[in-house]
């Protein structure tokens, strides 16, 4: 059967794995003009030629969008947040619906193509983008619907986080959903997603109940508890693996508009100081307190500061006992914890996400911080006027933890912190001596911390490092890649090879 006859007779099941209408519905055309033969790279990175014929057929098929180089468009779709990332794709495909993603994984399987999937575009290492392959843009993909009774939210693939976070909070419910509201649900969720909320309601992959994936040959699989367990469980903590997902079901849970939560913020010569306490609290606080240790100095030479972020969002009357212990710390230079809009304190640090400079992190898991990670953090930070330099904890625990760590692919459920180092700079300087003096400073904190986020991995991390992470869990992961994605078609993400 014709690959367009097949998406045709298939666009009405598919239709029904998503939210609702796509609100780019009627907003995006196809490109009609004859493209001519274009260059492209398989996923092992041979050259190919894809014809200007199969190229129109793709177009005919699609609802949403093909873009070439070319194209009015392509521009800024090739883009990611990292603005050091400067790859090309040899074509991007915009869906807005299920059947879209169908056809573009259709085209790419036939040519072997390598297969970029983006959401939100934060991945720091450019693996939301590819050069000379195809890239399936997701930003047409999004919709959220909310069914308060059920306490359910269907969220197309392509969604933000900051999305879901309003449409759920229209009726008083919300679920884990990260920390930036412009990061997307996809990248976050099957990674992991930790949020301000994930110490009371877990991860953002634990609260999801079901799921419908596009996998590598060209099925729509919907996946739960009681259906295709093994991609369910797969998808959670797996990332891309295994292929796209169109469409999530997530739990929510009740919580009123208001939270208290904000950032106090100290001199950088308290860093000491508030880092102990840090390190203390964080295993004491109650699963209602999510609180963030925060130290960095911004490029220019500007006095450094060491900041607390919280979020405390359990019962009424709770936060000052929750809050009172960071009094022990005396007067900071600024205090901004105040009771206020959840959404609000969802895009509080929307601005000041390091991503959006050129950028390179570091990052692993902590079960505590130790006096010896205290000594090793504070003596090897040297900012640099030429960058912003930043060190910070997620706080993790809780009903995180409470997880086995077999239950989902995500097995990381002993950490207490996700510790990150970040350096940043003006795009189009010389990155090397930033990038370079990270790299030595996290070879002095690595021995302290245990496994890495894939979600924030950087992209030089090796194979076997990528899957000793995966931990107990590898085995199986390499058994359902197989079944799913025997080719890897979807190897741009922590990789798990069709084959240990």
């Known amino acids: 059967m014709k690959r367009r006859t097949f998406v045709r007779s298939t666009m009405a099941a598919v239709a029904a794995s998503l939210p609702g209408r796509s609100s780019f519905d009627g907003l995006y055309r196809v490109v009609t003009q004859a493209p001519g033969d274009v260059d492209a790279v398989t996923g092992d990175g041979r050259k190919?030629?894809?014809?200007?014929?199969?190229?129109?057929?793709?177009?005919?098929?699609?609802?949403?969008?093909?873009?070439?180089?070319?194209?009015?468009?392509?521009?800024?779709?090739?883009?990611?947040?990292?603005?050091?990332?400067?790859?090309?794709?040899?074509?991007?495909?915009?869906p807005t619906n299920a059947a879209d993603v169908q056809s573009a994984v259709a085209f790419a399987r036939a040519s072997s193509l390598l297969v970029a999937v983006k959401c939100g575009g934060h991945s720091l290492s450019g693996q939301s983008t590819c050069d000379g392959g195809m890239l399936i843009d997701l930003s047409g993909l999004r919709g959220v619907r909310v069914d308060?009774?059920?306490?359910?939210?269907?969220?197309?693939?392509?969604?933000?986080?900051?999305?879901?976070?309003?449409?759920?909070?229209?009726?008083?419910?919300?679920?884990?959903?990260?920390?930036?509201?412009?990061?997307?649900?996809?990248?976050?969720?099957?990674?992991?997603?930790?949020?301000?909320?994930?110490?009371?309601?877990?991860?953002?992959?634990?609260?999801?109940?079901?799921?419908?994936?596009?996998?590598?040959?060209?099925?729509?699989?919907?996946?739960?508890?009681?259906?295709?367990?093994?991609?369910?469980?797969?998808?959670?903590?797996?990332?891309?693996?295994?292929?796209?997902?169109?469409?999530?079901?997530?739990?929510?849970?009740?919580?009123?508009?208001?939270?208290?939560?904000?950032?106090?913020?100290?001199?950088?010569?308290?860093?000491?100081?508030?880092?102990?306490?840090?390190?203390?609290?964080?295993?004491?606080?109650?699963?209602?307190?999510?609180?963030?240790?925060?130290?960095?100095?911004a490029p220019g030479g500007a006095d450094g500061v060491v900041m607390l972020s919280a979020c405390y969002s359990g019962p009424e009357g709770g936060a000052d006992r929750a809050l009172e212990p960071l009094r022990r710390l005396g007067t900071p230079?600024?205090?901004?914890?105040?009771?206020?809009?959840?959404?609000?304190?969802?895009?509080?640090?929307?601005?000041?996400?390091?991503?959006?400079m050129g950028t390179y992190l570091k990052g692993g898991f902590t079960s505590k911080i130790t006096a010896d990670l205290v000594k090793t953090i504070l003596e090897g930070f040297e900012p640099h006027p030429a960058r912003m330099t930043e060190l910070f904890f997620q706080h993790c625990g809780g009903a995180i933890g409470r997880v086995a760590p077999e239950a989902t692919a995500f097995a990381h459920r002993y950490a207490q912190h996700n510790m990150m180092a970040a350096v940043a700079w003006k795009a189009g300087t010389d990155s090397v001596q930033h990038v370079r003096w990270l790299k030595q400073y996290w070879a002095a904190l690595e021995r302290l911390t245990g496994c890495i986020y894939a979600n924030g991995a950087p992209g030089d991390v090796g194979a076997a490092k990528v899957n000793a992470n995966y931990r107990e869990n590898y085995p199986r992961l390499v058994s359902i890649k197989r079944q799913y994605d025997p080719s890897n078609l979807f190897r741009l993400n922590a990789n798990v090879k069709p084959t240990a």
């Not at 799921?211 to 590598?216: E, H």
């Not at 959670?236 to 292929?243: A, D, E, I, K, V």
């Not at 849970?253 to 964080?282: M, N, W």
């Not at 205090?335 to 929307?350: E, F, W």
């Open 148 to 297: 308060p009774a059920a306490r359910k939210a269907w969220v197309a693939g392509g969604t933000l986080l900051g999305q879901v976070d309003r449409e759920t909070q229209a009726h008083g419910l919300v679920t884990t959903m990260g920390t930036v509201s412009d990061t997307g649900v996809g990248g976050l969720t099957t990674g992991g997603g930790f949020g301000r909320v994930a110490r009371r309601f877990g991860l953002a992959l634990d609260n999801v109940t079901a799921v419908d994936v596009l996998t590598a040959d060209g099925k729509v699989r919907h996946a739960s508890k009681d259906w295709n367990e093994d991609l369910f469980w797969g998808v959670r903590g797996g990332g891309s693996n295994f292929g796209v997902v169109t469409s999530f079901e997530f739990q929510l849970h009740p919580l009123t508009g208001q939270v208290i939560g904000g950032d106090v913020v100290f001199p950088l010569a308290k860093a000491r100081e508030v880092l102990s306490f840090y390190a203390e609290y964080s295993l004491e606080a109650p699963e209602e307190l999510y609180l963030d240790y925060i130290m960095m100095r």
């Open 333 to 356: 230079l600024t205090n901004g914890i105040k009771a206020l809009d959840y959404v609000a304190l969802q895009r509080l640090h929307d601005d000041t996400d390091p991503r959006a």
């Open 48 to 94: 190919v030629t894809l014809k200007d014929a199969a190229i129109q057929e793709l177009m005919k098929s699609l609802r949403g969008r093909l873009l070439l180089a070319k194209n009015e468009g392509y521009e800024q779709a090739r883009q990611v947040l990292n603005p050091v990332i400067d790859k090309h794709p040899a074509l991007i495909v915009q």
